[in-house]
């Protein structure tokens, strides 16, 4: 583990070493996955806010998700070797409050993206609001079933804000409109295979499942296979998503998503970049960037899959 | 397995001695322990959850079903433990032919069986290269394999751009989600059906939400998988090797064995059972994608340990890792049904852990002392469990009276309060309330506490008059608890009854074992 975050830090000296005889600022980029559908998409549009500004971007990512020593490994790393500006998603909101606060002290600006920190402050916090969002799908949810129907919601990682939040607000507006409804939580750690086991043990123990709803689209993805081991068909089970991932995308067109709140990855990443990068030229930054978000349903799917540039 | 009712005649034994001789030869097999975690597990979910059986064919079929690819995965493992190595990178090696298999599926046009080919062959060539690197250079097999968990995880997001393919073609629900059944039930629908097949498939028709549903491949793939290994390796020149080269290396190698090539092959047919267990994956996963089977081979290493296993090397055996695969995917399942809360579960998965490993261990050590002793620790802990009943609404109460406190002083001190500092002042009703919780649980767990004080003393010195003295002292405390309101905890003070007693006559069970094998 030591050696490989040598190497890292080694490949970012030699990066920031490179970038400055081209005299482009540098600009730091801590993601939290590499490899989730949601976040390539954050990344990919970082990636194309620091061509459009003309800076260099290094980003780099945890080892796995969720790990926070990495993480604050990386991020002393890019401070040491002077990023004039850091854009971080971090994997712990406080976890990572002290490295920010010795970063903005050393006057870098810091732009939290996705989930915010919580003990320090930052330049800018460019994210949706979670739990905004999250009562928007639970108004979209509430529209599908009956008061009293039984549904599942599949949590994302409690142990986090952006899993807490979204729960809480799912809950807040179903159970204000459904109050009679059972929720049954499936509990994960934004693992799929965890949301496929835990839903298909649920719709075996009873038969009374009117919906699934995702904290995330890797459970809608998850929750729709646990749905086909099963042979359900499309529709059987409606299945409610978050994140507006392709794949979720997709299977609203085939019939198996019904609603669907996607949050606007890629502003997220490419707003989060150009704070960065206005910050890192000495310019004001709004303190917080609301990236909003679009309740994707089979009405409205055309029109988000143009907007995203799906097909 | 020999045992005393082979050396002497069946009809000579009385019933006592039969019930004896049956509990030695059940807890001389590897597996006990976790087959004991899974029953006392499976128990106490059934209590737990009042509307979902637990016990129920389509309940346990659908934990077979989960089990079945990471059970292959720990299958694969077991062996490479038997051999005293260990494989880090059996994860990675499962992502990186999930995703490589749906890829040349998706995307190069290649028939299923040629894709399923190619990620059986990915899997022998990725342990060829480990086992060689550890058979033939010497190489430790654990830095070895910690390498491989990174090379053939990153190997696996290079190749495919860490991209999820789109559905895989149905040909890959043989290893999965295929119901044999299906096609039946479908044709009895239909109104296909004639004679005895008609009735068959009512048969099958009636009882498909609660039997046939969960009837899939996933499932007897991992059973035959198991039965098929199992006959092998005890059966096997290459079965006896691989517990000679565990149990010593030198010796076997001395004695003529092929130490070498035996170790290459072991890692190959743990890398070749990863890729197995990608199949089995693919068979009921949404998609194929390189992130799959993250933290597999903890998982994989945990199963085996809970099986029995020596991580030694030499002791062991597959159908112990059978059990132990069988009660992770039981955790998950059973806390999932009974509404636990997450960071409970966690605690809980990792104390099943370590009960399973402990039966395994006393177990082992054949002696009267140790079982006394984990049986009157059992003891305790039920008292224990009684106690937090009333204690935990007591300890509550006066935490946040104490933080109530705490956050007061900090705001007479002048600080600007946080939010969770605010958060923790309390309204004068609430305090109110809180004092009157604490007052009113203080006797039962004033009372509770010494009961549990002496069952955790009984634990270091428990002569038999005392043992059974405390143990009606637990049957004693069933009415009073109930009186004072708190009768969920009744279950655990007639379980710890339960366990007390035994505990006193565990020497009289193992001196009359022990005659008995002696005859």
């Known amino acids: ?311 | 397995m020999t045992d005393a009712t082979h050396s002497t005649p069946v009809p000579r034994l009385s019933l006592q001695d039969r019930m004896i001789a049956l509990l030695v030869r059940f807890f001389r097999a590897e597996w006990s322990g976790a087959l004991l975690a899974i029953v006392i597990l499976g128990l106490a979910i059934e209590v737990a959850t009042t509307d979902t059986m637990f016990f129920r064919p389509s309940n346990l079929m659908t934990i077979l079903n989960n089990s079945a690819a990471i059970g292959v995965v720990a299958g694969g493992m077991t062996l490479i433990i038997l051999t005293a190595g260990i494989d880090l990178s059996v994860g990675s090696v499962m992502g990186l032919t999930a995703a490589l298999t749906g890829y040349v599926a998706s995307f190069w046009g290649f028939p299923p069986a040629l894709a399923i080919l190619t990620g059986l062959g990915i899997g022998l060539a990725v342990g060829a290269f480990n086992g060689t690197l550890v058979a033939y250079f010497g190489m430790p097999a654990f830095i070895v394999t910690l390498a491989g968990l990174s090379i053939w995880r990153g190997t696996g997001h290079l190749t495919t751009n860490a991209q999820a393919t789109p559905k895989l073609p149905e040909a890959f629900d043989y290893f999965g989600r295929y119901n044999p059944f299906a096609g039946l039930r479908q044709a009895y629908r239909d109104g296909e059906l004639t004679g005895i097949w008609e009735n068959i498939g009512a048969f099958v028709d009636a009882n498909w939400l609660n039997f046939f549903r969960t009837f899939q491949m996933s499932m007897l793939i991992f059973i035959a998988f198991f039965l098929v290994l199992s006959i092998v390796v005890a059966n096997t020149r290459y079965g006896r090797y691989v517990y000679a080269i565990g149990s010593n290396e030198p010796g076997a190698r001395q004695a003529g064995i092929n130490t070498r090539r035996y170790t290459l092959m072991t890692y190959m047919f743990g890398s070749f059972a990863a890729a197995f267990g990608a199949l089995l994956f693919l068979g009921r996963a949404p998609y194929a994608k390189s992130d799959y089977g993250q933290m597999w081979e903890l998982d994989a290493i945990a199963a085996v340990v809970i099986g029995g296993t020596s991580l030694f090397g030499g002791r062991g055996s597959l159908w112990g890792t059978f059990m132990g695969v069988i009660l992770l995917k039981l955790i998950n399942n059973g806390l999932t049904l009974a509404q636990l809360n997450t960071f409970w579960q966690m605690v809980v998965t990792g104390g099943i852990i370590l009960v399973a490993v402990g039966i395994d261990i006393v177990r082992q050590s054949r002696d009267p002392e140790a079982v006394r002793k984990l049986l009157a620790t059992v003891g305790a802990f039920m008292a224990f469990l009684t106690l937090m009943t009333p204690a935990s609404v007591w300890l509550r109460a006066k935490i946040s009276l104490g933080e109530h406190a705490a956050a007061m002083a900090l705001r007479e001190a002048g600080d600007t309060l946080a939010p969770g500092h605010t958060a923790r002042l309390m309204e004068p009703e609430a305090i109110q309330a809180a004092q009157l919780a604490a007052q009113s649980t203080l006797v039962g767990t004033l009372v509770l506490l010494v009961l549990t004080i002496l069952a955790a003393v009984n634990i270091f010195r428990g002569a038999r008059p005392m043992t059974l003295v405390l143990a009606a002292g637990f049957v004693v405390m069933i009415p009073v608890v109930a009186l004072m309101g708190y009768q969920a905890a009744t279950p655990f003070l007639v379980l710890g009854a339960c366990a007390l007693a035994a505990s006193a006559f565990v020497f009289t069970l193992f001196e009359r074992a022990r005659s008995l094998s002696h005859d």
């Open chain 1, 1 to 311: 583990m030591n050696m490989k975050l040598t190497f890292a830090g080694a490949a970012i000296a030699a990066l920031i070493a490179g970038t400055a005889a081209q005299a482009q600022d540098v600009i730091g980029y801590i993601t939290k996955s590499a490899t989730n559908a949601g976040w390539m998409m954050i990344n990919q549009g970082a990636a194309d806010a620091a061509a459009e500004e003309g800076v260099q971007l290094v980003s780099v990512g945890p080892s796995f998700q969720g790990d926070l020593s990495s993480q604050l490994e990386v991020f002393e790393n890019l401070v040491a070797q002077g990023a004039k500006a850091i854009g971080v998603a971090p994997v712990d909101s406080s976890g990572i409050a002290p490295a920010v606060n010795d970063a903005m002290s050393a006057g870098i600006p810091i732009i939290a993206i996705d989930t915010g920190v919580s003990g320090a402050d930052v330049t800018s916090f460019v994210a949706t609001d979670n739990f905004a969002v999250a009562k928007e799908q639970g108004n979209a949810a509430a529209g599908l079933v009956e008061d009293g129907d039984a549904v599942i919601y599949v949590t994302g990682n409690q142990a986090q804000s952006t899993g807490q939040e979204r729960r809480n607000g799912f809950m807040e507006t179903f159970k204000a409109q459904r109050p009679k409804s059972e929720v049954i939580e499936v509990p994960t750690e934004w693992d799929s295979a965890q949301a496929q086991e835990g839903v298909e043990a649920i719709l075996n123990s009873r038969d009374d499942i009117k919906m699934v709803v995702n904290a995330w689209d890797g459970g809608t993805m998850g929750a729709k296979a646990a749905l086909e081991n099963l042979g359900y068909g499309a529709g059987d089970v409606k299945l409610v998503g978050f994140d507006g991932a392709s794949d979720a995308i997709v299977a609203m067109d085939e019939g198996w998503v019904h609603a669907d709140t996607a949050q606007m990855l890629y502003q997220m990443g490419y707003q989060g970049i150009k704070a960065a990068a206005a910050a890192a030229r000495g310019e004001d930054v709004n303190p917080r960037i609301d990236t909003g978000y679009f309740l994707v349903t089979p009405e409205t799917s055309a029109e988000y899959k143009k907007m995203i540039g799906m097909e």
